[in-house]
């Protein structure tokens, strides 16, 4: 596809150079900085002084001022001319003789130094001796199969190698050491300094014009078969594609990141980073093209003209408008050597976010995200393209030049509502990927706006997880935006986030009421229940607690059953306060009290006695109701047992009180307990409810915590209810019995010898007997067990007293004391800590030192 890379400028035209004389043909050109040099075929060399002119609007033209001219004198057209601008020297080719002229008077050196025998020579631009003032030179000679190299100084040259190749050369360039040669048949890579070469690919110098040019470092480029532009680096590999020229050829130029290619008719230009044809120019007659410190010269036999390259973010920009973004980037990625790094990344930025909205319009998105990513792109210039997204706060003014060339979404969407929806999407998309990213700085407010309003217009699920995350929507703007698209659940949420929650409730409380209508939630209620449950605002828990209340006892009361205990206290929401506020709500007050009593566990008895009088009073309605017992009444008798069990706390007497005259005969049983009126409860259980189960387990939690005596005591009681001798009903007896089987080791069996009556059988009571026996041998046999080891320890505590009293002390007639001198006559001394000893009167007679120790020996076979 077409660029306009070039401008085709005229810089020298056939008047200046030979009036009308049209036997005058252009040989050579040699340009450097402002100084054109033309070469003809009548040996004549022409200096020129370029000067260009640029106009306002931007018109790029070159104006040439004709210095001097001179006549070589050798009737002989002049084939080259290379500049050497560090010797103000004019190397000059013409009749196989190259001539050092001063580039500013075209006077030969005065040493007439030459080089002769050359067929064509090049300039070694990555030289090799390090002498700022000396050239090297590469000369193809007259010598058949012959390269020559110089070095040419102000006024004298000097032969440095000779190298012979393997076929005739007919044309060269040099990077270093090394040359690339076209020779008659193919190209090659040759070292001269090591004489190595290496073969490129085939080539006919017979039927085309060889190009051979250095492109850059340890690079060339060539004209290759097939009309093929080839690249090679000195390693003989090609790191680039080549290009397509056409079969004919005659020069080429470089001018980054373009070759330019003369054939008969066209000027050709290819990009080097995707080797595309960019521009194709007509230019006929043309035999030179060349390019000099970037300028590229083209010339017919009669006048010289300047492809002026046209700036490349002009020509970027181009590429965009034309929507060519991946032709545009390769070519922006290209430029980066030829501009200054800053001002590169500035371009560069630029140029992906241009591509990135032109790929938006595309509805590319993909693409789109990531060349605004890599552009860095500040997110609001895309918000911006949807009214009403940026908040009307907003300080944002769009780029300018503008990077598109759109008002609005409805003007790139030409109205068109699916692609709306879809930029609407891909909007929401990437803000919610850039939020929490660095590209956000600074922009957090606009951002989250914009996108909480995409979300309500799209009824987009996501907008709730925005809202209960953190967030910078801002309030006013969104807010008006969430009441028009009656997102009103959504809205509390926001009011929430900004520390409003008495806003919050009032809308939710009118959602729930029916007033307004959203149907985000299902389940409001029970979220408005949850959120005062977690409120820290007192206020707003007693304000709304009569109207959660009113809706559901059992869920409303989780208001105050729910919080934390931390919660409760820091707030000082006072139980007495909450039961008071309950008292209109007897399900609710039940559930509380339950809350307190059983799961805080707080110890005061109004509350516990109050939930029980509730129980009691609950139970007694229902049968009051009915005869049968429901399943309410169960569970609320089991609730009521349990209280009446683990508690201590209660008013027993005054609960008693009242379930006197009922049928509450196991609950009466237990207040017995309580008061450890034992018999009386057994009484009750036995002989009233007859559940001798039950009486049994009366005896197991009554005892629970209590020593072996107590509890041995209530069974032994249980065991005469069954046995009273008043009474001879069979299944009493039938229960005693089962007792002593079941429960022998909870008895003393002496006394129950003494009791059972002596009609009872043997086998009748085996499993007691039995039992008994067992536990009588066992605690025996603990007991002896027991008495061994503590005989076993005291054995131990007994060696180890021995121990401590150490080696024994021998005493004879032939020891004497210490103080006295005499012998001992009785078996009692005083031994000193030092090991000495004296009789028992001397060491009282002595004072003797807090570190002594008395000893006192009984009497000793030895002495």
């Not at 085709?8 to 054109?36: H, P, Q, T």
């Not at 009556?757 to 043997?762: F, G, N």
């Not at 086998?763 to 046999?781: D, E, M, W, Y």
């Not at 007293?801 to 024994?808: A, E, L, M």
């Amino acid at each position: 596809m077409s660029v306009k890379a070039f401008k085709l400028v005229s810089a020298v035209e056939r008047e200046m150079l030979m009036g009308d004389k049209n036997y005058i043909n252009i040989e050579c050109i040699e340009c450097c900085g402002k100084n054109l040099y033309i070469g003809t075929n009548d040996c004549f060399i022409y200096h020129f002084l370029l000067d260009e002119k640029v106009s306002a609007a931007g018109k790029i033209t070159f104006a040439a001022t004709k210095q001097l001219h001179k006549y070589l004198g050798l009737k002989k057209p002049v084939s080259e001319l290379k500049a050497a601008s560090a010797l103000t020297r004019l190397l000059v080719l013409c009749d196989n003789t190259i001539t050092l002229v001063n580039m500013m008077n075209l006077e030969p050196v005065p040493t007439g130094a030459r080089i002769k025998g050359a067929v064509t020579f090049a300039l070694n631009e990555n030289p090799v001796s390090g002498d700022p003032f000396c050239v090297e030179v590469c000369i193809i000679s007259v010598k058949r199969r012959t390269i020559q190299m110089f070095m040419v100084f102000e006024d004298r040259v000097q032969i440095v190698k000779e190298v012979f190749t393997p076929e005739q050369p007919c044309a060269v360039a040099v990077d270093g050491y090394y040359l690339c040669l076209a020779l008659t048949t193919q190209y090659i890579i040759l070292n001269y300094n090591t004489g190595v070469s290496q073969d490129l690919f085939p080539y006919c110098s017979d039927e085309k014009r060889p190009i051979v040019k250095r492109i850059g470092r340890q690079e060339f480029l060539l004209a290759g078969p097939g009309g093929l532009g080839m690249f090679a680096t000195v390693d003989g590999i090609s790191q680039r594609a080549p290009v397509h020229w056409s079969e004919n050829v005659i020069g080429a130029a470089l001018c980054f990141p373009y070759v330019v290619a003369l054939d008969d008719e066209f000027i050709t230009v290819h990009s080097m980073l995707d080797q595309q044809q960019k521009q194709t120019l007509p230019f006929k007659e043309g035999h030179i093209l060349q390019d000099f410190e970037g300028k590229v010269i083209v010339a017919t036999n009669k006048g010289v003209y300047i492809l002026v390259p046209l700036p490349l973010e002009k020509q970027i920009q181009d590429l965009l408008a034309s929507h060519r973004v991946e032709e545009a980037l390769v070519l922006a990625k290209g430029a980066r050597r030829n501009i200054p790094k800053e001002k590169f990344q500035v371009m560069y930025k630029r140029i992906l976010q241009q591509a990135g909205f032109i790929q938006f319009a595309q509805l590319q998105f993909f693409e789109a995200k990531e060349l605004f990513r890599s552009g860095q792109l500040d997110v609001r210039e895309l918000i911006s393209l949807y009214p009403f997204l940026l908040p009307t706060s907003s300080s944002f003014i769009r780029s300018h030049p503008p990077l598109h060339e759109y008002a609005d979404l409805n003007q790139l969407t030409q109205g068109d509502q699916e692609k709306m929806t879809k930029c609407k999407r891909f909007l929401m998309s990437y803000l919610n990927e850039v939020r929490s990213t660095e590209v956000a700085n600074g922009y957090k407010e606009d951002i989250d706006t914009a996108l909480l309003k995409l979300y309500a217009e799209a009824n987009h699920e996501s907008l709730l997880d925005l809202l209960v995350s953190e967030n910078f929507c801002l309030l006013t703007d969104s807010a008006a935006w969430l009441e028009k698209h009656k997102k009103y659940f959504a809205l509390g949420l926001l009011y929430h986030y900004n520390g409003q929650d008495a806003a919050a409730l009032q809308l939710w409380v009118k959602i729930v009421d029916g007033d307004i209508q959203d149907s985000t939630r299902s389940d409001l209620y029970e979220y408005i229940v949850d959120f005062l449950t977690f409120c820290s605002d007192q206020d707003l828990v007693w304000k709304y607690s009569d109207w959660v209340l009113q809706k559901s006892e059992e869920v409303g009361v989780q208001i105050f059953t729910k919080r934390s205990l931390e919660e409760q206290e820091k707030n000082n929401i006072n139980p007495d306060d909450v039961i008071s506020c309950l008292n209109k709500y007897p399900k609710a007050r039940v559930k509380y009290l339950e809350h307190v009593v059983l799961e805080r566990k707080i110890e005061k008895e109004k509350y516990h006695t109050h939930l029980a009088v509730l129980y009691l009073e609950a139970i007694l309605q229902l049968k009051s109701v009915t005869t049968d017992n429901c399943t309410e009444t169960t569970e609320l008798l089991f609730k009521l047992r349990s209280l009446l069990q683990k508690s201590d706390l209660y008013r027993i007497h005054f609960i008693l009180d009242k379930i006197q005259g009922t049928d509450l005969h196991m609950e009466s049983a237990i207040l017995y307990g309580k008061l450890e009126e034992h018999e009386k409860a057994l009484h009750i259980l036995v002989h009233e409810l007859k559940d001798f189960h039950a009486a049994e387990e009366y005896c197991i939690w009554n005892s629970e915590n209590r020593d072996t005596q107590y509890r041995r005591r209530l069974f032994h009681m249980l065991l005469s209810v069954y046995l009273n001798p008043g009474s001879s009903d069979c299944a009493l007896v039938m229960a005693a019995v089962d007792l002593l089987n079941n429960h022998a080791a909870e008895f003393d069996a002496a006394l129950v010898l003494q009791v059972v009556p002596d009609s009872w059988s043997v086998q009748l009571l085996s499993p007691f007997l039995a039992g008994a026996v067992r536990q009588s041998i066992h605690t025996k046999r603990m007991t002896q067990t027991a008495l061994g080891l503590a005989q076993a320890e005291n054995l131990i505590y007994k060696h180890e007293k021995v121990k401590q009293k150490g080696t024994p002390i021998l005493l004879s007639d032939k020891k004497v004391c210490q103080v006295c001198q005499n012998p001992f006559c009785e078996p009692v001394f005083v031994r000193y800590p030092n090991g000495g000893m004296v009789h028992t009167h001397c060491a009282a007679k002595k004072h003797l030192n807090s570190n002594m120790t008395h000893h006192s020996s009984s009497s000793s076979n030895q002495t």
